[in-house]
């Protein structure tokens, strides 16, 4: 048995939002069928973008959505994506399967869809092949309400106001596809270019985010936090709001991934640790962080990551689309609780990418749609956005062989603004369930409700069976009268506790 201890009194931090967030990317089917159809599509759609995937993804309660990239970002030109469509370029997607990019979907798209989806925004600029002049402008276009070359041509194509920019990415893995830069030609080229992501709005508006390191690359961090970082006493971050991680959790080695459906209890336990890894990451590379900003103003934004498995068999290799099972919904279970327990230092991440590629929420096969495990547990663990994370103690045991072997239990707890406590459990054994006893600090009279996601380590859902599995009433639980909640967690399953008083 598993004992969770919560002190409900004990508020260690907002949960923000944005640790919910998600990628969309010029990249296989992404944008251009999973996201945007055109208005002249059959498949149901709002200015083209189509209706199933906005309504699946409001209902998740999608908070932010970067883009265009990825690599893709610092190979992208703006303005080859603004004006009358039948007038944007063409050309190939280099990076991406060497198909067609026609720019119809471009930043008016972008926005629109954000609009639509109400969330946030969060660009990512070109820092790899673009110039200094092309970002700057691209901010005036994107943000400026006054006069000025950018804001009329904005204008001239339809869009009166400007827009709100969250988030804007200076450059995407400058330390490889975005340029194969030293961290300390990176770090001066990001001191020079986000001078100008001019804050037209005067309010502050836009976060600036600085690239960061790929996994445990602790020297790009020091390096880059050395040199781009303000060290006089004003300490004026301003000039960086955020830097980034990007980790991916591959099963094997990068050449041969891992099927993304078939697979064996040891991969479903390597795949985990190889998850839970997340945590070292964000404590080693928060550690660096702390030495310049001990007050925790720079976010930790880990803006690309999630399962990366061998493309499914028969797809273009260029689209990187998989399949997604629950040992991606285990996968999203334990990061987002590693997520919500360093919302000190853990401003934003985003998983990639939202539909159709890599850990995917949402898959689409012509007017077809699915939700993905992933899908589901994104939509159980809404209810942390923007809660109060709470002080929890877990004894648990651990499952696996050697090597590979994970705590039983995964947990996150916060509290609501409505003074509702949410509890997020994973259980990460392939073939035990667990009783888990939760106690809290007061005994309180107070009611529970749930909801769980459970399945055989490798469910999925395909077009032909798109509800093998989702999300169900989770009733295994009892309240005693002394204020214990005793919970059996089944095998492999996600649970989502509502307790309120
Ligand atoms: O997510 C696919 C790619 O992985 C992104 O374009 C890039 O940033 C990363 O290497």
């Not at 004992?3 to 640790?19: A, D, R, T």
């Not at 030609?185 to 005067?202: F, I």
């Not at 080693?284 to 900003?293: E, I, N, P, S, T």
């Amino acid at each position: 048995m598993a004992k969770l201890f919560i002190n409900e009194n004990k508020k260690l931090g907002k949960i923000n939002e944005e640790i919910y967030g998600h990628f969309s990317e010029h990249l296989g089917r992404c944008i251009y069928e999973g996201l945007y159809v055109g208005e002249n599509s059959e498949i149901p759609n709002v200015n083209g973008m189509r209706s199933d995937v906005v309504d699946a993804l409001r209902e998740m309660k999608i908070p932010v959505l970067r883009w265009p990239g990825g690599c893709f970002a610092d190979e992208y030109h703006w303005k080859d994506g603004i004006g009358p469509k039948e007038g944007r370029k063409k050309m190939i997607n280099t990076h991406w399967g060497g198909v067609l990019e026609d720019n119809s979907f471009g930043t008016h798209e972008f926005m629109e869809l954000c609009e639509q989806l109400g969330c946030k925004t969060y660009v990512n600029g070109n820092v790899g092949s673009g110039t200094v002049q092309e970002m700057s402008e691209w901010i005036e276009y994107m943000t400026f309400d006054g006069i000025s070359p950018m804001a009329d041509l904005r204008r001239k194509n339809g869009r009166e106001k400007p827009w709100k920019v969250d988030y804007f990415g200076v450059g995407n893995e400058n330390w490889g596809c975005g340029g194969n830069m030293t961290p300390e030609y990176y770090a001066n080229l990001y001191r020079r270019y986000q001078t100008y992501v001019r804050d037209y709005s005067g309010q502050g508006g836009t976060a600036k985010i600085c690239c960061g390191a790929n996994g445990d690359d602790y020297h790009w961090t020091e390096k880059v936090m050395e040199v781009a970082c303000d060290h006089t006493p004003q300490k004026d971050h301003g000039r960086m709001n955020g830097l980034s991680l990007h980790y991916y959790t591959v099963p094997n080695n990068w050449d041969k991934k891992g099927s993304a459906t078939q697979f064996a209890e040891q991969d479903w336990y390597l795949t985990l640790r190889k998850a839970l890894y997340m945590e070292e990451l964000i404590q080693k590379h928060g550690a660096v962080l702390d030495q310049y900003d001990p007050e925790k103003q720079i976010g930790l934004m880990v803006d690309e990551w999630g399962c990366w498995f061998d493309v499914e068999p028969g797809t273009n290799p260029g689209f990187l689309y998989q399949q997604n099972t629950m040992r991606d919904a285990l996968v999203a279970c334990v990061t987002l609780n590693i997520f919500n327990k360093h919302c000190d230092r853990v401003k934003m991440a985003n998983i990639a990418q939202l539909v159709n590629v890599l850990q995917s929420v949402i898959l689409t096969e012509g007017a077809k749609m699915l939700l993905t495990p992933t899908y589901y547990v994104f939509r159980m663990y809404k209810y942390h956005q923007n809660a109060q994370l709470l002080d929890s103690t877990l004894e648990t045991a651990a499952v696996g062989e050697g090597e590979n072997t994970v705590p039983k239990i995964s947990e996150s707890v916060s509290l609501a603004e409505d003074g509702a406590i949410h509890i997020t459990l994973g259980n990460l054994s392939a073939n035990e369930a667990e009783d888990v006893e939760i106690s809290f600090y007061e005994n309180k009279g107070r009611t529970v409700s749930g909801s769980i996601l459970t399945g055989a380590i490798a469910a999925h859902n395909t077009f032909e069976n798109p509800d093998e599995v989702k999300e169900q009433a989770f009733t295994t639980y009892s309240l005693s009268p002394q204020g214990i909640l005793k919970v059996t967690v089944p095998a492999c399953s996600v649970v989502h506790l509502e307790v309120k008083a």
